[in-house]
């Protein structure tokens, strides 16, 4: 869908990248529609993509069981933080946060990128992935929620070891946001049997992947938590995603 106005140029620009993306991927566009749309002020793309996997291919977010490893790829929350970093770079500088840290987040939406395609790919074939989901809105607490309630499991997640990447810390503390409950597209969690973890970390950091291994699945009736130095509390609950929350109050 257009805003009216649009130049020819811009729609042709659009359509190179969505073939690009395309292609690096490996798929077809097959069509769609398009149209100018009244009361629009940027372009809006809706995509829907279909494939065929052989039933014991088949990874989903409900395969994970007690005793499995987690494992959270390239670190949290790469999405949310560079559009924080593109949307409140003013309120962010007035708040400290140095220039070229908000220029890095501005750019994490191409590095290290929000797909975890690659990350997909190279685990499944390291490792017997038993259960695969990608944190996006709500972030990784919504995420590892998720799994949970598709696998009719718990969970403990050790705090320390939760790859908050150093943008991110920054722009949160800056904002007085959780990083746990912000938009974490770019990241993919993974669970395998605690055996497995070796060679997937292995594979994904020779494929330049970096991952870590957060925590561990539990029988459901050992609840969800979140584990801080020798204490537990309970995983945390996020009615909505922080990026949304900090819109609310921050109009733009």
Request: net charge negative; proline share 8%; aromatic share 6%.
């Amino acid at each position: 869908m257009l805003p009216e106005g649009i130049r020819p140029a811009e729609v042709e620009a659009i359509f190179n990248q969505l073939v690009d993306a395309c292609q690096k991927l490996g798929v077809s566009l097959v069509g769609g529609h398009t149209e100018i749309t009244y009361g629009l002020y940027r372009p809006i793309i809706v995509g829907c993509m279909l494939g065929e996997v052989e039933p014991n291919r088949l990874v989903t977010s409900a395969g994970a069981r007690p005793g499995d490893a987690v494992v959270v790829t390239k670190g949290i929350a790469i999405e949310g933080t560079a559009v924080l970093a593109r949307e409140a770079a003013e309120l962010l500088r007035r708040k400290g946060v140095p220039e070229e840290t908000i220029l890095r987040a501005r750019n994490f939406l191409f590095d290290p990128g929000i797909s975890v395609v690659r990350d997909a790919a190279v685990a499944w074939e390291a490792a017997p992935v038993t259960a695969f989901h990608d944190p996006t809105e709500g972030g990784l607490a919504t995420g590892l929620t998720e799994v949970a309630l598709a696998s009719g499991v718990g969970f403990e997640v050790y705090a320390e070891q939760v790859p908050v990447v150093p943008e991110c810390r920054a722009v949160c503390e800056a904002l007085g946001l959780d990083p746990l409950g912000l938009l974490a597209s770019g990241s993919l969690i993974i669970t395998v049997p605690k055996g497995a973890v070796p060679d997937l970390l292995k594979a994904l950091e020779e494929a330049g992947i970096p991952a870590f291994e957060v925590g561990r699945i539990l029988p459901a009736e050992a609840g969800r938590h979140l584990v801080v130095g020798e204490g537990r509390r309970p995983w945390p609950h996020f009615d909505r995603d922080e990026l949304a929350r900090f819109f609310a109050t921050h109009p733009a």
